[in-house]
C-alpha cells in the first residue's frame, strides 16, 4: 500500500478519536495500522494513541502486578496493551478446558482464581457472552442476548462466572480478616461495606466507580443549589452540606423502603441498593451518604443511635461541634451537645455511649439485618439470594465471633458454596484467618470436603441392556403427587437412601418400593428431592421452566448447556454438558430415542 499522504501528527491525532470499547472494536482499526505501513504503523505505535483503549478495556487489576508493568514497561500504553491481551488468552484456554474436562474442573478454576482481577474483565465479557434464545428474556440491551452462540455457551457461561464470584468473595473475606487480625484502622466502613456484594459476584471498584460517580453528579447538584463548597469561604457550612447531601439523595431515589419492603435481603447490598433497591435500609443509606460526603471532603460515619444507625459528622475544627443525622427522615441534625436530651425524651438513660462505629461494629450489624430478613423470608423468588445471604453470614460470623453457634449450623448445612470456592479462598483465604479458631477451621474444612465430594463425578454410569431406568438425566417432569416441576439430574437403579430416610418417606408402602429406579430432581423453587419412579410424570421444557430452574439451580449450567425443545414429533429434553456425559455416557443416545417416541399422556 503507498505511504498516505498524511503527516505522522495527523495521523496521530485522526487515531486519538478513535472511540475505545470494552470488546476492543476500535483495537482491531488499530492493528490494522500496525500491519498497513511504515508511516501508519509508526502512528498506530505511539503510546498515548492506546491510553484510552486500555482504560476502558481492562478496569481491573491486581494492584502490584499493574504496578511492575508500568515499571517494566515505561508506561507504553500498546505494550500494556498486549502483555494483558496475552494474558487474556492464556485465561480463556484454561477456560475452555475448565468447560471440557470436567475431571479436572477444578484445578483449571484454581488457576483462574489465582490470576485474580488482572483476568477479570476477560472473564466478565465470557460471563455476559450470548446464550442459546430460550435462556434469554429477550429484553432489549440484555447482557447475552445479542451474537452467536459459542459451542458450551451456558457451560462456559456458568465456569466464568464461578472463578468471577471466587475472586470476588475472596477478596471481600481478605478484607474483613483485616478486623479479626485486629488492623480495624486500615479497613473503612465504605470498604467494609462494599464487600458484601462480593458475595453476589459483583465487582468492588465498580461500585466504587459508581460511588464516585455519584458524588460527582452529587457535587452538580449542591453547586446549582448555591451551597458553598470551598471551605475557606465565609459562607461555608457542614450542615447546609450535609442536609443539601441528603436532598440529592432524596432526588436520586435513595430513601427509607415502606414497611411492606424493609426486611429484605437486598436491602443490605450496595450494588442492589444502587439500582432496584435504592428503597432500602438506615445503614444503607447512611453508607451512601458517608460515601458521597468523604469525596466532598466532609469526613462522616455511621454512629449507632438507638434503633436506628445515624450519620455522625465530626467537628472540623474546634470552634464547632460535631453532629449527628438521620439519613432516613427530614429532620435537622443533633448537635453532640444535645444527644443527652434527645435521650432522656427517648426514655433513655443519657449516659448511653453514642459513639462513631466503623468496620467491624456495622458489619456485624449488616450481617444481622441479612439474617433477619432470610428468616422472613419476604423477598425470595428461588433459594440462591437466600444461598447467598447464609454465605455472606457464615463468613462474617467466623471471622467476627458472636455469642450464637449461627456459623457452625450454617457451615453443617447446605451453604451451597460452588467447588470452584472450595479450592481458592474458603481453603486458602478464610481458613487461615481462623487459625485462632481450630473448631472454626475444621467446619469449613469438612463442609469443603462435602461439596467437593458431590461434584465428583461418579463412576460413569452406562445403561447395560435390561437397565431398569425409564427416565434419564435431563428429562423435565411433574411430580404426580406434589406437583412440583423440575428436571433429573442422577438414576440409580434403585433406592440408595439410608434406611431412616427409607423409613420416614415411607418408601416401602409405594407401589415398586424400595426396588424400582429412583432420581435426584432439582426442581423450580430451589429445592433437590430423591423421588421414585412411580411418581414421575414427563412434561415439556417451557421457557417459563428452563429460566426457573437454571435461576434457582446454578449448578444446572455445569451440567447442562442446551435444550432440545419439543415438536408435533417428539418431547423436548436438557441437552447434557461434557461433565454429564461423562458421567452418563448412555443418556443422551437414550434420551434422544426415547424423546422421539413419546409426548406428553403417552
Not at 10 to 31: G, M, W, Y
Not at 359 to 381: C, H, K, T, Y
Not at 530 to 547: C, F, L, R, W
Amino acid at each position: 500500500m503507498p505511504e498516505s499522504p498524511l503527516p505522522l501528527d495527523i495521523l496521530i491525532r485522526i487515531l486519538c478519536q478513535l472511540a475505545p470499547s470494552a470488546k476492543n472494536d476500535s483495537v482491531e482499526t488499530l492493528v490494522a495500522f500496525l500491519r498497513t505501513s511504515v508511516l501508519f504503523r509508526e502512528a498506530a505505535s505511539f503510546s498515548p494513541v492506546w491510553k484510552s483503549h486500555y482504560q476502558k478495556r481492562y478496569m481491573h487489576c491486581v494492584t502490584a502486578n499493574e504496578n511492575e508493568r508500568i515499571k517494566r514497561l515505561n508506561s507504553n500504553w500498546r505494550m500494556m496493551y498486549a502483555e494483558r491481551r496475552r494474558l487474556d488468552r492464556s485465561a480463556l484456554e484454561i477456560l475452555e478446558s475448565m468447560v471440557t474436562e470436567p475431571d479436572v474442573e477444578c484445578d483449571y478454576g484454581k488457576a483462574l482464581v489465582g490470576m485474580s482481577f488482572d483476568i477479570w474483565d476477560t472473564l466478565r465479557l465470557e460471563a455476559q457472552a450470548p446464550v442459546p434464545p430460550i435462556f434469554s428474556n429477550g429484553e432489549e440491551g440484555e447482557e447475552g442476548s445479542d451474537g452467536p452462540v459459542k459451542p458450551h455457551a451456558i457451560t462456559r457461561r456458568f465456569c466464568a462466572t464461578s472463578v468471577l464470584e471466587a475472586i470476588s468473595k475472596g477478596f471481600a473475606v481478605a478484607l474483613w480478616g483485616q478486623f479479626s487480625l485486629g488492623n480495624t484502622a486500615v479497613v473503612t466502613f465504605e470498604d467494609s461495606h462494599t464487600a458484601l456484594s462480593c458475595f453476589f459476584g459483583e465487582s468492588p471498584f465498580d461500585i466504587k466507580f459508581a460511588l464516585d460517580g455519584l458524588a460527582h453528579s452529587c457535587r452538580d447538584y449542591l453547586i446549582g443549589q448555591s451551597i458553598v463548597l470551598d471551605q475557606n469561604d465565609a459562607g461555608y457550612s457542614v450542615i447546609d452540606i450535609c442536609l443539601a447531601i441528603r436532598q440529592f439523595m432524596r432526588s436520586q431515589g435513595f430513601e427509607l423502603a415502606r414497611p411492606d419492603r424493609f426486611i429484605r435481603i437486598l436491602n443490605s447490598y450496595p450494588h442492589a441498593c444502587l439500582t432496584s433497591h435504592k428503597q432500602t435500609i438506615p445503614l444503607s443509606l447512611v453508607y451512601f451518604f458517608t460515601s458521597i460526603s468523604h469525596r466532598l471532603g466532609i469526613p462522616a460515619y455511621p454512629a449507632g443511635f438507638p434503633g436506628r444507625v445515624f450519620a455522625h459528622i465530626p467537628p472540623l475544627n474546634p470552634r464547632e461541634d460535631g453532629f449527628y443525622l438521620d439519613i432516613s427522615t427530614e429532620t435537622g441534625p443533633i448537635l453532640e451537645g444535645e444527644v443527652s436530651a434527645r435521650l432522656m425524651a427517648h426514655g433513655m438513660p443519657p449516659s448511653l455511649p453514642l459513639v462513631p462505629r466503623n468496620g467491624p461494629e456495622m458489619l456485624i450489624r449488616a450481617a444481622g439485618n441479612i439474617f433477619q430478613a432470610f428468616r422472613e423470608a419476604v423477598d425470595m423468588s428461588g433459594s440462591l439470594r437466600a444461598r447467598i445471604a447464609l454465605q455472606t453470614i457464615a463468613c462474617i460470623y467466623l471471622l467476627l465471633p458472636q455469642e450464637i453457634d449461627l456459623p457452625f449450623a450454617i457451615m453443617r448445612g447446605e451453604v451451597a458454596f460452588s467447588a470452584v470456592d472450595c479450592v481458592t479462598f474458603l481453603p486458602n483465604t478464610l481458613v487461615p484467618l481462623l487459625a485462632s479458631n481450630p473448631a472454626a477451621q475444621a467446619i469449613v474444612g469438612d463442609a469443603c470436603r462435602r461439596v467437593l465430594n458431590r461434584r465428583n463425578i461418579d463412576t460413569p454410569r452406562p445403561r447395560p441392556h435390561g437397565t431398569r431406568a425409564k427416565y434419564f438425566v435431563g428429562l423435565v417432569i411433574e411430580h404426580i403427587r406434589h406437583h412440583g416441576i423440575g428436571c433429573i439430574i442422577q438414576w440409580e437403579p434403585k433406592c440408595m437412601a439410608s434406611e431412616e430416610w427409607i423409613e420416614n418417606m415411607g418408601v416401602d408402602r409405594l407401589k415398586g418400593g424400595r426396588d424400582q429406579p429412583f432420581y435426584k430432581v432439582f426442581f423450580c423453587d430451589g429445592t433437590e428431592r430423591y423421588i421414585a419412579e412411580v411418581n414421575i410424570q414427563p412434561i415439556e421444557p417451557t421457557k417459563q421452566i428452563v429460566q426457573d430452574l437454571f435461576r434457582n439451580h446454578p449448578d444446572l449450567a455445569r451440567l447442562f448447556e442446551d435444550v432440545m425443545p419439543g415438536s408435533q414429533s417428539q418431547m423436548g429434553r436438557l441437552v447434557m454438558s461434557p461433565r454429564t456425559q461423562a458421567a452418563f455416557p448412555d443418556d443422551d443416545r437414550y434420551g434422544e430415542k426415547w424423546v422421539k417416541h413419546h409426548r406428553m399422556g403417552n
